[in-house]
């Protein structure tokens, strides 16, 4: 049987998400998810979205949806963000805590955009996050870069398929 992984564009909707000079994170989320959506489905992994489009959910109904999906995995994309522009760069990996299969779900991820030039800030718990809390399948949340750094922006516009592909091999190399 076909895996099945529902792939969450962060934020959506009147939810922004971090912003920086006219450059809004749920717009990186949604394109970002939707070519690792596409990439995945060319590998034979069944995919669902929590959303496709400009629209809002709360976390929790995001969540809800990947549990009702009966999906095998919850993969959340989103861009990062500090207080202070260009103070922050790299990417990161979220867990709900760092053990079982989104272990190493985060790791490869990471190690496959490390391969890209990425500094990589490591696979970090946040055993609050609604996304990784509520779900019931193993759930990471790819933190794709700053948002508000001008070097990672120019990365991931740069190398945007490449990311893409990053976090597809990443999640195929998991699921074997
Ligand atoms: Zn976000």
Do not use: W
């Not at 955009?113 to 500094?119: E, K, P, Q, T, V």
């Not at 970090?124 to 870069?145: C, F, H, Q, Y």
């Not at 948002?147 to 990672?152: G, S, V």
């Amino acid at each position: 049987m076909a895996y099945r992984i529902v792939i969450d564009p962060g934020h959506g909707g009147e939810d922004f998400g971090a912003t920086y000079n006219g450059r809004n994170e749920k717009d990186d989320n949604l394109n970002l998810a939707l070519a690792v959506g596409e990439i995945l489905a060319d590998n034979g992994i069944e995919v669902l979205y929590t959303r496709t489009e400009d629209v809002y959910n709360t976390p929790f109904e995001k969540a809800i949806m990947g549990n009702n999906a009966n999906a095998d995995l919850f993969v959340s994309i989103h861009r990062n963000a500090l207080p202070t522009p260009n103070t922050g760069t790299g990417v990161e990996t979220l867990v709900f805590n760092d053990q079982g299969i989104k272990s190493t779900l985060a790791r490869n991820i990471n190690n496959e955009l490390a391969n890209l030039g990425f500094d990589v800030r490591g696979v970090i718990e946040r055993p609050n996050l609604v996304v990784l809390k509520r779900t019931k399948m193993p759930a990471v949340l790819v933190e794709a870069g700053f948002i508000n750094n001008d070097a990672d922006n120019e990365k991931f516009d740069a190398e945007f398929y490449d990311i893409a592909k990053a976090i597809a091999d990443g999640i195929l190399n998991t699921v074997g």
